[in-house]
């Protein structure tokens, strides 16, 4: 299951036409592509979800968001939208001085 996605897999068979939304957005001519998490500022890889009024390409951490007090999430159901990305420019100073206690990012 891809994080909210209501789509079921059967395991005996294979699937190759399924993407969630992340995969869908870069596409396999951009394998290479990254996008950056707007809440955390990195590129690193996780559980994204696409954040509402933003581009395409505009995704977020999931973890982030569940964590970050001025985001919310649309459907807890779906997981998705994230909502208040908007807020992070204005809160920019915040979360640069917020880092994990486990991985220290």
């Known amino acids: 299951k891809c994080y909210g996605s ?3 897999v ?3 068979k294979k699937h190759d036409g399924y993407k969630c939304r992340y995969c869908f957005a ?10 950056k998490c707007p809440i955390c500022n990195l590129h690193k890889f ?3 979800k696409a954040c509402e009024k933003g581009s ?3 995704f977020a951490h999931l973890v982030c968001a569940k964590w970050t ?4 999430i649309g459907s807890e ?5 994230i909502k208040g990305i908007d807020k992070c ?3 920019k100073s915040a979360l640069d001085k917020l880092f994990c206690d486990i991985c220290k990012q």
């Open 69 to 72: 007090p001025f985001i919310c």
């Open 10 to 12: 059967d395991t005996n």
């Open 26 to 35: 870069v596409g396999k001519d951009n394998k290479n592509k990254t996008i």
């Open 6 to 8: 209501s789509f079921k």
């Open 46 to 48: 996780g559980a994204l």
């Open 77 to 81: 159901y779906n997981q998705a939208p």
């Open 89 to 91: 420019d204005e809160f």
């Open 56 to 58: 395409e390409y505009e």
